[in-house]
């Protein structure tokens, strides 16, 4: 039972974490060049158009509902099995997920990289 | 370009790797909360270790969403697991923890896995995202036209 409840835990922290951080990119994406927007525009107007994309707040829900299923988790499971098991499958579903919906090109090149990242957290955390 | 590139991924690195243990090192010194004080949890923005973690954390945030804003979250995301390994060093090196052989191999592959990523592309062209919906708008040039 509080190993059904940790993974589920895992499971909750990977689909939010993964939901977060492609609304993030989606909006960082429309927004456009920071750098550029701050030259041309000042600091204040670059914040703005930020906090006035709607996929941004969502993606900061997301990442609360993450964060919030993080202290979940750890209340069922072990530090050393939580932390390293979402934060390396959430490498994997990101890839996948910025593939479908954000439609980024990942190549061999990126997919080993996530495989490699993925495995050096699990190790890291042996 | 390409220096400052490198630099906003630096400093997702090191910001969120600093704003942790600031947070961590303002935590211990408040001890354990219970469920009943969640005021204290309110009031620890006033411990000045807290304080400074948020600060480090927010600049963190800030550079991340900038490196969004002009790479791919394939490229970017790689680069903020380079935090593990940064804490390792530190305990390694200032504080003269151990690091067994497994985390070595651990920090080696995430090491290669950021390199991988880095020295490739870092964002996919807008005109071969099948979706045109969701290529970027550019603002600014649109701005500074009208």
């Known amino acids: 039972m509080k190993e059904i409840c940790a993974w589920s835990a895992i499971g909750l922290i990977v689909l939010a974490s993964t939901t977060g951080d492609v609304l993030l990119s989606y909006s960082m994406k429309r927004v456009g060049h920071v750098g550029e927007l701050w030259k041309h525009c000042g600091v204040l107007a670059a914040i703005g158009r930020v906090l006035a994309t709607p996929t941004f707040a969502l993606g900061l829900m997301a990442m609360g509902v993450a964060f919030y299923s993080l202290l979940f988790g750890l209340s069922w499971g072990n ?3 939580v932390v390293p098991a979402s934060a390396s499958l959430t490498f994997v579903a990101n890839a996948v997920a910025a593939r479908i919906f954000l439609h980024e090109r990942v190549g061999r090149r990126r997919w080993i990289a996530a495989l490699l990242v993925a495995g050096g957290v699990v190790l890291m955390a042996v | 370009m390409t220096f400052r590139k490198y630099l906003v991924l630096a400093g997702i690195t090191v910001f969120s790797t600093a704003g942790d243990s600031l947070l961590a090192r303002g935590m211990k010194d408040l001890g354990g909360v219970s469920l009943h004080s969640l ?8 411990n000045p270790w807290v304080a400074l973690g948020i600060l480090f954390l927010l600049t963190f945030f800030a550079c991340y969403m ?7 979250l394939t490229y970017v995301l790689p680069a903020t697991s380079l935090a593990y390994v ?3 060093l530190i ?3 200032r504080l003269h923890e151990v690091i067994s052989p497994t985390r070595w191999v651990g920090i080696a592959l995430i090491a290669a896995g950021v390199g991988f990523v880095a020295a490739g592309p870092s964002v996919t062209p807008s005109h071969e995202r099948r979706n045109s919906q969701s290529a970027p708008r550019d603002i600014v040039s649109v701005e500074v036209k009208s």
């Open chain 1, 79 to 81: 530090l050393s099995l």
């Open chain 2, 86 to 88: 940064l804490v390792a």
């Open chain 2, 66 to 72: 900038s490196a969004l804003s002009w790479a791919d």
């Open chain 2, 91 to 93: 305990g390694h090196f």
């Open chain 2, 39 to 46: 005021s204290t949890l309110l009031l620890a923005i006033l």
